[in-house]
């Protein structure tokens, strides 16, 4: 069901959930004052509670109002980023509801740049939670008509357009001087370096990042609608043979996260990718949402020479997560 900016503004004062278009992706988003809606947010979602959810602020005042420090790092890092994609990861204050932290001591927060999102942030006068508008551990949605599809239309979903990013927000853990990448995004490590060294902030890497500051990493995620094969080596004909096998030994479900087994294989379509990352970005939820409704049995995706660039790494950590098994040839 499509509404409009008054009607997503009246539901989500109302303690519903309304999907929202972001610039990265589209996001299932309740106000974080209301546990009604952040309960709702999980059950729509079939989320487990361990997986905590991203803070969506109009501003980086905002964003203050909410943390119990704000190092140098993060002034730099939002100063330059923000409104855009990246996430920072910083101690919450007590405000901030352990639902959307999943009882972590530290919130991620950020502020969209998608005109459509700041609006909504503007008129509600409260930040939103937000998680990416998809079945936990299927493909995120980068259109309307995804989310739409995605939860049978029963879910109210404000029009955006197509995310212009494409992939999830850069997710950077900051520790005082220290910092760390818990999520590969469109922000690279090279861009927080720059902004960093530019402004003559302090900083060092983060080497060991415990488990329990890093939650949100299973082992599948973002898989469409039927196996996703990643092929290393050369594609020959007894392709077919060997998905069949390999599919035929994986289990069922992965860390609470369906693998889809259809009885037989007999064909696949390739994926392909744009050579420029930005645009692979852009299409890449499209496509596996497009060769997941073809009526080929599985998905065949080949990494190609030029995808080595540090560019396609968070393109490719996706496919990796997304595909149900890595086969090298
Ligand atoms: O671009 C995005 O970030 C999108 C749009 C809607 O804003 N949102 C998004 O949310 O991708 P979600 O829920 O699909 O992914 C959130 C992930 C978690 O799985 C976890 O890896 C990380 O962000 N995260 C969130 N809060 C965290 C916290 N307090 N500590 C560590 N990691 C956190
Ligand atoms: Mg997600």
Redesign the pocket.
Known sequence: MIVNLDQAVTMLRAHDVVAIP?E????LAGSIHSEQALRKIFEVKKRPYF????V?VENSFEARKYVTEWPPIAEALTQHFWPG?L?V?LRKSPEVSDLI?AG?E???I?C?RHPVALEVLKKLKSPLA???ANLFGRTSPTQSSHVEKEFSGLVPVLEGGSSEVGI??T?V?IDDVELAI??PGSILKADLESILLKNEIPFKWKVNVAKT?????MKHHYMPSKPLFWIEGHIGPDLINRLRLELSQLPVEVEGVQIIKPSSINNYDLLKLPASPREAARVLYAELRRLGESPTDSIVFSPEAFMTESEWNPILERLRKASSIIIKI
């Not at 990265?24 to 996001?27: I, S, W």
């Not at 997986?51 to 991203?54: E, H």
């Open positions: 972001t990265t992706v589209y996001g997986d905590p959810l991203i969506h994609p996430t990861v932290t972590l530290r919130v991620g950020r969209p937000a998680p990416s999830e927000s997710v853990l818990l999520r500051e890093a939650p949100g990493h």
